[in-house]
């Protein structure tokens, strides 16, 4: 991918807002989506065995859209992949609220959780291009948007719960306002020139360069040959971040209510405060980079999570269980953003192909971690069971001192 052209401030500030509302719009979406599971469950009258099966099949999705762009996004430009995706997204979200039956609604998920992959590599993938040409750390930001987008979406569900709107209805509302501010946006993303049609991946794995007069971004240098396993370590610690988020999300309230009695009312609360956390960390989070730079930023947080998670794990009760939660959504937030960074910075021409191998990474963390948990819970307990995430954010920790960008290289060979 090329690099993006600075323009104006203004020009900066518009595409920064954009790219922005694109990650908010993408939580709304996604959380408002959630919240309505177990209203599509009720009206369809599916077992546990059968959601699980519709939930794997988005999941399924998701993984294709990610390896799909992987090979392509660089060669389409992430400008114009971003609006399409957008768009599949918001419009996308209707189909699961009319599916009238079991086969349909996987169906429905499929594209939804495809569309949901291609756009979670492309906005990152702009993300990165801005956070370039602004001079200043502000991925975080962005990430800060995905989040608060998710905190309105749940609570956009709850109110839609309250008022009695089907799913169908709240959906299709939800996804033409979303779909229309998605192109109401578009003229506002970051313009690149996309690879040439002739310059395929076949080249990059052959090693040959690129003729400067041929891309007009310079002559392609031969990438260091640990950059492969670079952004494997960057994908690991995303795997490791996704993997602990997941589990926190579908195992926090059993924990908070079963081990440490809190009530059936208030045990879903303590994902709502680590969200809160998230918000508040990813706000600040570029200030912090642009002061104590993203290494110490980094690893820093990732010793605040592991407190934060040894804080919930023995918890004497809720409220302490609850501030745990809170302390590692301040540390895990703003880990994820620089890890992309890096994988952006470390592949400049092929900046796509590094986000999506990085997301592909996190997103097994995440699809595969609640139900490795479940499986060990039932052998050594819940409160063993979360200790390994503990493990996973020092892991973290120790694997970022290994990560950061080299500062000459221009091509990715993953």
């Known amino acids: 991918m090329t690099r993006a052209s600075p323009g104006t401030d203004r020009t900066q500030a518009a595409a920064r807002l954009a790219i922005g509302g694109y990650f908010f719009i993408n939580g709304v979406i996604f959380a408002s989506w959630v919240s309505r599971i177990p209203d599509i469950m009720h009206r369809l009258r599916l077992d546990e065995r059968q959601l699980g099966a ?5 999941a399924v999705g998701t993984v294709i859209g990610l390896l799909w762009m992987e090979r392509r996004l660089d060669r389409y430009g992430s400008h114009r992949v971003v609006v399409l995706a957008a768009l599949l997204v918001a419009l996308g979200l209707i189909g699961p609220g009319l599916a009238g039956s079991l086969p349909w609604l996987m169906v429905a998920l499929l594209v939804f ?12 993938a702009q993300a990165v291009a801005l956070d370039r040409v602004a001079g200043r750390p502000i991925i975080s930001y962005f990430h800060a948007a995905y989040s608060a987008g998710g905190l309105i979406g749940a609570g956009l569900g709850a109110l839609a719960v309250a008022a009695r709107l089907s799913p169908s209805v709240a959906f299709a509302v939800l996804g033409v306002g979303a779909a229309a501010a998605s192109l109401l946006a578009a003229r506002w993303v970051v313009p690149e020139r996309p690879l040439p049609p002739d310059v395929g991946m076949e080249a990059e794995h052959a090693g040959a360069g690129v003729e400067a007069e041929r891309s007009g971004i310079g002559a392609a240098e031969q990438p260091p040959p640990r950059l492969g396993a670079r952004i494997t370590l960057l994908g690991l610690c995303w795997f490791a971040c ?50 104590f730079g993203p290494e110490r930023v980094v690893q820093t947080s990732s010793l605040l999570a592991a407190a934060g998670l040894v804080l919930f794990v023995l918890a004497p009760n809720w409220i302490v269980g609850v501030l745990g939660l ?30 999506a191998r ?17 499986v060990l819970a039932h052998w050594i307990g819940l409160r063993t069971a979360l200790a390994v995430l503990i493990a996973l954010m020092l892991a973290v920790a120790v694997l970022s001192l290994r990560v950061t960008a080299p500062r000459a290289v221009t091509t990715v060979r993953a």
Do not use: K
């Open 358 to 374: 990085v997301s592909v990474f996190g997103y097994v963390g995440l699809l595969g971690g609640p139900p490795i948990i479940g």
């Open 54 to 58: 519709a939930l794997f099949v988005a």
């Open 242 to 291: 996704l993997m602990a988020e997941g589990v926190i999300a579908d195992w926090a309230g059993v924990f908070l209510r079963d081990d440490l009695q809190a009530s059936p009312h208030f045990a879903p609360a303590g994902f709502f405060f680590f969200s809160v956390a998230m918000v508040t960390a990813r706000l600040t989070g570029s200030r912090l980079v642009a002061r």
């Open 113 to 124: 959780g495809l569309a949901s992959g291609v756009l979670n590599v492309a906005m990152n």
């Open 326 to 355: 809170c302390v590692f959504g301040l540390g895990l937030a703003c880990i994820g953003p620089q890890l992309f960074r890096w994988a952006g910075e470390g592949a400049s021409r092929w900046t796509g192909r590094a986000v």
